[in-house]
Structure formats: C-alpha cells, structure tokens
C-alpha cells in the first residue's frame, strides 16, 4: 500500500473505481472496508456466489464497466480460465502472499505451459459453471448422506419415516386450515390423511419388530 491509497477515504471512493496503486492498475471492489481493492497482477483468493475459495490471479480490471478479469488456477472451476465479473459479484477477496503467492505463480506458470486456459468467459457462462457445481455437491452431499441413513436405521425404516412425517405435516395442516375445526365428522381429505398415517405407523412398527 502506498501514500496514495492511504490518502483515500472510504468516503471518496466508489466500488469500481480505478486507481493506480503501487505503480498498478486496481478497481475498488468495497469502499465501506477502507477500500477494499483488486490490483492486476495479485495472486488472490476469492469466492463468488457461494462457490467457496477460489485460487486465482486478477489480470484486468475496467472501471468503465466496474468489471474484474480473473483467472483461475485451484478451485472447483477449469483450471487456466479467465472469468470476467462484475466487481459486484464477488463475495470474499483477499490477496495472497509469501509463499502462498509463490505457489499460485508456480502453479499458473505449469498450467500455461501445457497450454491451458482462454482469452475469457462470460459471467453468464460462469454462472452456469457455478450452478452445475453446486448441483454436484448437492447431489453427492444427499447420496452420502442416504447411505448414512440407510446404514444407521435401514433403508425401509429411512422410507417409512420420511412418510409418516409427510403424512404427519399434512394432517397437522389440514386440520389447522380447516374453517369449522374439532367437527365431530372430519372432511374427506382429514379422514383419507389420517388411515394414511395409520396405516403407515402399522407397516413402521411391524418392520421395527422384524429388525428387533
């Protein structure tokens, strides 16, 4: 940081605004943090839409468009990528340092040497890059965590409990939505709901007997 950034207040500053520090272009991402900035040639971290820690460089920024040229070098995206994103976009940001920037640099070094990477992405192909993660990890976080289920209580006993809570939900909702409630005769639907969830609290108890 030189005398220039310290000379600007968080109350001149604007997100997207351009300056020169240290000789190097940068685009103020978050005034309200004493100015918090992204400077061409950083090693950084950073996360987007809760896409969690990216490792990446910042190799342009435009203050015409408060726009911020990324590329990526470890995270759950391609490896070698240029996004480019609103400054907007962006969640948490920080520089790297030591050694940490050291082994980005290396790392980006062998990643263009093979070749990898791209004259730039788009942030609505970027989005979808994002969505698609969190999709993966969503699916395998509920795969892992069915075979938890199924391994502590049965896969049979797993089902019929999600049932009964579901039978269970609807008649709780049922019977408060009803306009004429505790009526001596329930309504059609009440009373359907309700051999339901007896029927499956009979089918869970005889398979907990079975498996005791």
């Avoid at 395998?140 to 999600?162: C, D, P, V």
Wanted: with cysteine.
């Amino acid at each position: 940081m030189n005398l220039e950034e310290l000379l600007f207040k968080p109350a001149q500053l604007h997100q997207g605004e351009v300056r020169h520090l240290d000789g190097k272009k940068a685009i103020c991402l978050r005034p309200h943090e004493g100015g918090k900035w992204a400077t061409v040639g950083r090693y950084v971290n950073f996360t987007i839409d809760g896409s969690g820690y990216v490792e990446g460089k910042c190799v342009n920024v435009d203050g015409a468009t408060k726009t911020v040229w990324l590329q990526i070098i470890r995270g759950p995206f391609i490896p070698g990528t240029v996004i480019k994103l609103p400054v907007s976009k962006l969640g948490r940001y920080y520089e790297a340092s030591g050694e940490e920037a050291s082994d980005l640099e290396e790392a980006l070094s062998s990643l263009l040497e093979r070749g990898i990477g791209d004259d730039g992405m788009s942030l609505e192909a970027f989005e979808l890059m994002i969505s698609s993660a969190r999709e993966k990890r969503t699916a395998e976080h509920q795969a892992a965590f069915l075979k938890q289920m199924n391994s502590l209580i049965g896969a049979e006993t797993y089902q019929l409990l999600g049932k009964v809570e579901a039978l269970y939900r609807d008649l709780l909702n049922s019977v408060g939505n009803d306009s004429r409630r505790y009526r001596d005769v329930p309504t059609p639907h009440i009373a359907k709901v309700t051999r339901n969830l007896r029927k499956a609290l009979a089918h869970l108890a005889k398979s907990l007997r079975e498996e005791c």
